[in-house]
């Protein structure tokens, strides 16, 4: 099996700063690395796909890169609206295994 | 508009058996995978199970091999989860979630979730 590895495992910052999340996979995974966002009492939403393609809708401060091993979630400029938790997810082989997630707050 | 609709959560004793339904609207039910992924309580998301377009091929987590079963009834645009053997660490918000499956593969549609608690 896969395992996803996130760090870090939470973040404070502020409204406009950069952020980069990173996503480490146990074994090669291609560019089949999807990232969510989920809020407290919500369900995941999809935000990257193919671990650089944006989802429709999603703003475009949001972006990924990556591939093999080794992927990053990047919001270029905090808004109030992107704090929240996030999970990485391979989709290269079941079980599909998602990572522990990071939450990220305000400072 | 894509709509999913968990319901059939609820509380159930070590042992016992609940199902879950899924009643899906806004796309062509038939044409796509589906897929349950659940979040115990406080913690991550761990995919359950998927079910192909026309039912004929399922995967599973291996910690509910044997005991749940994902199913589908294309006529009403429902997914199914039959949950037996319940286990304490069953315990999570079950997602139902669209599984696209062309070239990528992700989920990109995702219900409100139901609760199931296991417990005695």
């Known amino acids: 099996d896969i395992q996803m590895t996130q760090s870090p495992s939470s973040l404070s910052a502020s409204v406009g700063d950069r952020v980069t999340i990173t996503c480490r996979a146990s074994q090669t995974i291609s560019s089949y690395l999807n990232w969510y966002q989920q809020k407290p009492g919500k369900a995941p939403k999809l935000l990257i796909y193919?671990?650089?393609s944006l989802q429709s809708g999603v703003p475009s401060r949001f972006s990924g890169s990556g591939s093999g091993t080794d992927f990053t979630l990047t919001i270029s400029s905090l808004q109030p609206e992107d704090f929240a938790t996030y999970y990485c997810?391979?989709?290269?082989?079941?079980?599909?295994?998602f990572g522990q997630g990071t939450k990220l707050e305000i400072k | 508009e894509v709509q999913l609709v968990e319901s059939g959560g609820g509380l159930v004793q070590p042992g016992g058996s609940l199902r879950l339904s899924c009643a899906a609207s806004?796309?062509?039910?038939?044409?796509?995978?589906m897929s349950w992924v659940r979040q115990a309580p406080g913690k991550g998301l761990e995919w359950v199970a998927n079910i192909k377009q026309d039912g004929s091929e399922k995967y599973y987590v291996d910690s509910v091999k044997g005991r749940f079963i994902i199913s589908r009834d294309n006529a009403k645009n429902s997914l199914y989860l039959q949950m037996n053997s319940l286990r304490v660490e069953d315990t999570a918000i079950y997602y139902c979630a669209r599984w696209y499956n062309w070239n990528d593969y992700y989920f990109d549609y995702w219900g409100q979730g139901t609760l199931g608690t296991v417990s005695s």
């Open positions: 193919a671990a650089s």
């Open positions: 806004g796309f062509t039910f038939s044409s796509y995978w």
């Open positions: 997810q391979q989709s290269y082989s079941t079980p599909y295994s």
